[in-house]
């Protein structure tokens, strides 16, 4: 299911256990998926390709050419990369731990201004200064079952070049460390949506059910499943892979146009699908890009 892709997933555990250090941070870029991968190696998708498609850069370090202080929101840079826009978050990487210090404001030429005055002072003339579309991720909060997850959620805009060509619809996103190829990190759906438990029935078409009724969705509504942690989903006559669409509601309960032949369980989610037309340009509003880690 999305989450983390393998590479990430082993970084993170060999750092917990010590046998390794963290990578240093780098640089990011989002991909877009017309197919979601299909195995956490993040294998089996299918992303965007031709009519001037290109991954873009969400993060990335530029270094300053002079200090800063807290007295005012304006920072001399070396240089403009062109990726970083208004919205992203600014961490000072020179400083142990990297502190936060502000908001990209607008970025003309080597001229940084901050949304407000630098939280934090420089630590010299050259700091290396972190950019993000994702400002700092929140923390998991609640109680099993119902925790709400650790989440982070992008707060720059996040736009791509005008397509030239149709690119598909676009169901899926990634983020990698190179602008081609390269180690994917995380991937999900396109969409704020939340995975949501359900069991399901015996019939033809398979009727399932969610705790809350709030959380069954609309009919029409496009929805992909996957199975529970050591759980089994219901066998079918047909399939649970791929988008499907929701029909049937009635208070907690609806179906996915799927046939089962025994019940079971597993969970749900469901899927913004942007079409994206040759002559469009893709931009992605705040809150469009959702990670979460329990």
């Known amino acids: 299911m999305a ?3 393998d590479y990430y997933a082993q970084l993170n555990i060999d750092f917990a256990t010590g046998r390794a250090g963290m990578p240093a941070i780098g640089n990011r870029f989002l991909a877009l998926f017309t197919t979601a991968p299909t195995s956490d190696a993040g294998t089996g998708g299918t992303e965007v390709s031709g009519g001037a498609y ?17 007295a005012s929101p304006n920072i001399t840079m070396t240089t403009n990369p062109g990726w970083v826009v208004p919205g992203m978050n600014v961490w000072d990487l020179t400083t142990v731990p990297p502190t936060q210090i502000g908001t990209v404001s607008t970025y003309v030429g080597t001229a940084l201004v901050l949304t407000a005055n630098a ?19 929140s923390a998991s909060s609640g109680n099993e079952p119902s925790t709400t997850p650790a989440q982070g959620v992008n707060g720059a805009v996040i736009t791509f070049a005008q397509a030239t060509l149709s690119w598909g619809t676009v169901t899926s996103w990634a983020i990698y460390d190179a602008v081609t190829s390269g180690n994917m990190f995380w991937w999900d759906y396109l969409g704020n949506f939340k995975w949501i438990p359900f069991s399901c029935t015996s019939a033809s078409p ?17 929805c992909v499943v996957t199975t ?33 032949t025994s019940i079971g369980g597993g969970q749900f989610r469901q899927v913004t699908q942007q079409p994206i037309a040759a002559n469009v340009t893709a931009s992605f509003a705040a809150s469009s890009f959702t990670l979460s880690s329990a």
């Open 206 to 222: 398979g009727v399932l059910t969610t705790d809350l009724a709030a959380d069954a969705p609309a009919n029409g509504s496009s």
């Open 3 to 5: 989450g983390l892709a």
């Open 54 to 70: 290109a991954r873009i850069q969400i993060a990335g370090a530029v270094a300053a050419t002079a200090s800063f202080t807290t």
């Open 228 to 260: 529970k942690f050591g759980g089994t989903l219901p066998t079918t006559a047909g399939s649970w892979a791929g988008i499907l669409t929701s029909a049937g509601l009635s208070g907690a309960t609806f179906n996915l146009g799927v046939n089962t």
């Open 119 to 137: 939280a934090h002072a420089s630590q010299g003339t050259t700091d290396s200064l972190q950019f993000s579309a994702f400002p700092a991720s």
